[in-house]
C-alpha cells in the first residue's frame, strides 16, 4: 500500500504542516477504525490523511479521513491539502474534488501553479469568559514543575469559541512577538477546549508578506502544538477580517516551521489556498 509524507502550506520541503496521505481500494473503502488508527500512530504526524473513491455521479467524488496519533478528528486542512496534492499529482483527479468527509463536503481545486484551494464552513465565534488560569497555562506557569512562577502571564485581548466545528479556543494576544515566544504548559491547556487553543495576533509589519500570525496547540487529541493548522484559518479568517476590513487576508502559523495560509473568507464559507510538496513517498507493508 503507498503511503506518501507531505509538506503542506509551503512550497519548501521541511516547512509547513506534515501529513500522511493513504489512497485506498474503491472496492474495499475504508479499513476498521482500529487499523486507520495504528497506522496513524505509527507515521506519527498530527494527521494521518485516508482516502478512497466514491462512485461515479453522486454528489461526492472522494470519501476523507484523518486520524492523529490518538484520536480521529471532525476537521482537517492541512491533510486536505495534501490529499488533493497527491490526487492532482497521480493523475487522479482533475477540476474540483469533492470530499465526503465528517464536517460536511470540503470542496478542493489544484491550480496550474499547484496550489490548492479548499472550500470550507466559516468557523462561528462567540465571545468565551477568560478562564483565570488560562493566561499562566500559555506562558507554561500554571503549576508545573518545570516552569517558573515568575513567568509573566501574557496580555490576553479577547478570547472566543469556535464551536461547533472546530471546538477551539480562539486566544488574541497583545502582539506577534507574545505569539512567537510562547512556552505553554500543554497538560495545562488540554483542559480548556474540546480540541485545543489557537492563539493570534496582528503581524507586526505586513510588509512581510501576511496579515496576522498563529499558533495552534491540542494536546487534547494528542498533537502538542501543530505546525499549520488549516481548519483553525476557517476561525483566524472572520476573526481578522472583522478587524482588518477586508476578506482576502493571509495568515503566518508556526514556530520552528512555518507556513502561510491564504484566505478568503465568503459568509459562511471560507476558501483556504495553500501550496504542497511531496518529500517521502513509499509502501506500507503491513495490511489491513
Known sequence: MRIRIVDAFTTRPFQGNPAGVLLLDAATGFPPDPWLQRVAAEVNLSETAFAHPLPPGGPTDWALRWFTPTAEVDMCGHATLATAHVLAGAGLATGPVRFAARCGILTTEAAPDGSVTMDFPTSTLTPHDLPPSLAHALTGSSGNANSSSDT???????????????????????????VRELRPDLAALAAYARRGIIVTAAAEDPARGYDFVSRGFFPAVGVPEDPVTGSAHTALAPF?????????????QGAARTGLVKVRLAGDRTFLTGHAVTVIDGELLTAP
Open 240 to 252: 481578522w477580517a472583522a478587524r482588518l476590513g477586508r476578506d482576502e487576508l493571509t495568515g503566518l
Open 152 to 178: 509573566p502571564a501574557p496580555q490576553i485581548r479577547s478570547v472566543h469559541d469556535t464551536s461547533p466545528h472546530i471546538g477551539d479556543l480562539l486566544v488574541e494576544l497583545a502582539d506577534e512577538r507574545a
